[in-house]
């Protein structure tokens, strides 16, 4: 939604109107026939980590109306509350429906559950998922549903798991190719390889970059390398991860 218009007779006045980046940024509220009000009028909005609205702040930062976790509005510490659709998870809320609109089901969050079935028959390994009405696996804190057809907790760990690995078995190959190439046959261990390498995983990508030092016995020198690998998975999380691994290695040609 980009602009809201209202008043068919009126030629439809501009009610409201929205800002987006990579989540809903402002809106703007603008007077009508039927709410004269105040001047146009714009309100940022304020989100927690699971994307729910949870207050509304104007022009000069000030905070005018603040939300409980789950979209309830605050009293009385809003006094006069400003029209405002989007609040549990960033979405939309119907109020004569009662109900939030996720694309492909409405959901009812007196209940947790979706007004009609869903029609993914779901995974028998996976119990929750064969619920045809259950909203985010019956865990509405830690998960989401933006579609109306999937919870997106377990996806986004898969995706950060997939990505990590692929990010840190680029490292590692290379590592062990560098060293191979510098091994030869004494049955002695050929070199001494200490490696770092940090992986950060956001948004379904995954990049990892480390330092390898490595310490030749044959030639008695010391080699650095600073191996780079990136992962891809589609995800719709903005959750950001990282991890930091170290380890020694003694390669010997013997051994690959």
């Avoid at 007004?115 to 019956?138: A, C, F, I, S, W």
């Avoid at 990892?208 to 995800?235: M, Q, W």
């Avoid at 990282?242 to 690959?256: Q, W």
């Amino acid at each position: 939604v980009v602009e809201k218009r209202v008043n068919e007779g009126a030629g439809f006045e501009l009610e409201a109107s929205y800002v987006y980046g990579h989540d809903l940024i402002s809106q703007t509220l603008h007077p009508t026939t039927q709410n004269p009000g105040p001047s146009t009028q714009t309100y940022w909005y304020l989100y927690d980590g699971h994307g729910t609205v949870r207050a509304l702040a104007d022009e000069t930062g000030a905070v005018t109306d603040e939300y409980e976790a789950f979209g309830v509005l605050l009293t009385p510490i809003t006094q006069n509350p400003k029209p405002n659709t989007y609040l549990y998870t960033g979405e939309q809320y119907d109020a004569d429906l009662g109900m939030y609109f996720l694309r492909a089901r409405y959901l009812n969050t007196q209940s947790g559950r979706f007004h009609n079935m869903d029609t993914y028959q779901g995974r028998n390994g996976e119990p929750l998922t064969l619920h045809k009405y259950v909203y985010g696996h019956q865990n509405p804190v830690m998960n989401l549903d933006p579609s109306g057809n999937l919870s997106l907790l377990s996806t986004a760990q898969t995706v950060a798991v997939i990505g990590t690995l692929t990010a840190i078995s680029g490292v590692a190959i290379s590592s062990a190719g560098l060293a191979s190439a510098m091994a030869d046959e004494d049955g002695l261990p050929d070199a001494y390889i200490f490696s770092v390498a940090g992986v950060a995983s956001s948004r379904g990508v995954s990049a990892s970059i480390g330092l390898d030092i490595i310490y030749h016995v044959k030639s008695n020198k010391f080699y650095a390398y600073t191996p780079f690998a990136i992962g891809l998975a589609p995800s719709l999380t903005s959750r950001t991860s990282g991890i930091l691994l170290a380890h020694l290695s003694l390669v010997d040609r013997s051994g690959i």
